[in-house]
């Protein structure tokens, strides 16, 4: 069995021992045991501290939007359940909220809050930059909209958490294809630089790239770069052409690494900005 289950049951029904369930299987919660040495993934850990709420609760917040598809979502994440009261243990964060049956799911058997409802969830109770990654993820594997999670924002008016619900949501942008992207395009809006364009198709009508973000009107593009990008060969090279394309067609693009500073990153796309004859009234010139 790869999959947690309740010994109580696989004695019951005469599928192991008590003598095999000690020395084959680890607990994982009180009553649900899981073979020992198997991977702990989110979706393991999901039905397990489904089982432990007698089959009752449902699965929110970041483990649900890794179930519905959304990337980065870290394998030890703690996984949020929405049930009645349960006991809270380790790597377990049980909320007692309202939800309807509308907003409920099945995702191979387990309960999972809908798509609309875990955005909702991932931006109440997240700080607002955590919550703003979270949701571009879960936008790029769904492609929900804020318009879908409106219907939700009035149902739960006056709940904790629904006015800064409102604000990440509003900057969710489903096209981030990385949290640093999503930092980035934040510090961009916090300095006071109008909101950029993700994904922005630069073509010679040959070939075609995309830079990460950017302002179309000024042709200001900003893309940020892992590691991957100085560490493979092939990368490197294929980043030579691309280069020389985005130039090509009239572009400022400004790399971005871990490394660069916040003050650093804004005098560059300051620069670029003066550069280009135009300068946004709140710009910062740090």
Same mark, same amino acid.
């Given at each position: 069995?790869?999959?947690?289950?309740?010994?109580?049951?696989?004695?019951?029904?005469?599928?192991?021992?008590?003598?095999?369930?000690?020395?084959?299987?680890?607990?994982?919660?009180?009553?649900?045991?899981?073979?020992?040495?198997?991977?702990?993934?989110?979706?393991?850990?999901?039905?397990?501290?489904?089982?432990?709420?007698?089959?009752?609760?449902?699965?929110?917040?970041?483990?649900?939007?890794?179930?519905?598809?959304?990337?980065?979502?870290?394998?030890?994440?703690?996984?949020?359940?929405?049930?009645?009261?349960?006991?809270?243990?380790?790597?377990?964060?049980?909320?007692?909220?309202?939800?309807?049956?509308?907003?409920?799911?099945?995702?191979?058997?387990?309960?999972?809050?809908? /798509?609309?409802?875990?955005?909702?969830? =991932? !931006? &109440?109770?997240?700080?607002?930059?955590?919550?703003? +990654? $979270?949701?571009? *993820? #879960?936008?790029?594997?769904?492609?929900?909209? /804020?318009?879908?999670?409106?219907?939700? =924002? !009035? &149902?739960?008016?006056?709940?904790?958490?629904?006015? +800064? $619900?409102?604000? *990440? #949501?509003?900057?969710?942008?489903?096209?981030?294809?990385?949290?640093?992207?999503?930092? =980035?395009?934040?510090?961009?809006?916090?300095?006071?630089?109008?909101?950029?364009?993700?994904?922005?198709?630069?073509?010679?009508?040959?070939?075609?790239?995309?830079?990460?973000?950017?302002?179309?009107?000024?042709?200001?593009?900003?893309?940020?770069?892992?590691?991957?990008?100085?560490?493979?060969?092939?990368?490197?090279?294929?980043?030579?052409?691309?280069?020389?394309?985005?130039?090509?067609?009239?572009?400022?693009?400004?790399?971005?690494?871990?490394?660069?500073?916040?003050?650093?990153?804004?005098?560059?796309?300051?620069?670029?900005?003066?550069?280009?004859?135009?300068?946004?009234?709140?710009?910062?010139?740090?």
């Amino acid at each position: 069995m790869d999959m947690p289950f309740i010994g109580a049951e696989a004695i019951r029904d005469g599928i192991l021992t008590r003598a095999r369930l000690r020395w084959n299987y680890e607990s994982l919660h009180p009553g649900v045991y899981l073979a020992k040495g198997a991977e702990q993934t989110i979706l393991v850990d999901a039905v397990a501290a489904w089982l432990r709420t007698g089959r009752r609760g449902v699965v929110a917040g970041r483990a649900a939007s890794a179930l519905h598809g959304a990337n980065w979502v870290d394998a030890g994440t703690p996984i949020e359940i929405i049930a009645d009261h349960t006991r809270p243990r380790e790597g377990v964060i049980v909320r007692e909220e309202r939800l309807a049956a509308d907003e409920i799911m099945q995702i191979g058997g387990l309960p999972v809050t809908s /798509i609309p409802r875990t955005a909702l969830d =991932l !931006a &109440r109770h997240l700080p607002r930059d955590e919550a703003v +990654a $979270a949701l571009d *993820a #879960l936008a790029a594997a769904t492609g929900v909209t /804020i318009n879908e999670v409106l219907p939700l =924002l !009035a &149902r739960y008016r006056g709940a904790r958490g629904i006015r +800064a $619900a409102r604000v *990440a #949501l509003d900057l969710m942008d489903g096209g981030a294809q990385s949290p640093r992207e999503t930092s =980035l395009r934040l510090l961009l809006i916090d300095a006071g630089y109008p909101r950029p364009r993700s994904q922005i198709r630069v073509t010679d009508g040959a070939t075609s790239v995309f830079l990460d973000m950017g302002y179309d009107e000024i042709k200001v593009g900003l893309d940020y770069e892992g590691e991957h990008h100085s560490e493979d060969r092939d990368q490197y090279v294929h980043d030579i052409g691309r280069s020389q394309l985005v130039a090509g067609q009239g572009w400022l693009d400004i790399k971005v690494v871990k490394e660069h500073s916040r003050a650093y990153i804004l005098h560059r796309v300051d620069s670029a900005f003066q550069q280009r004859g135009w300068r946004p009234r709140f710009a910062s010139s740090a």
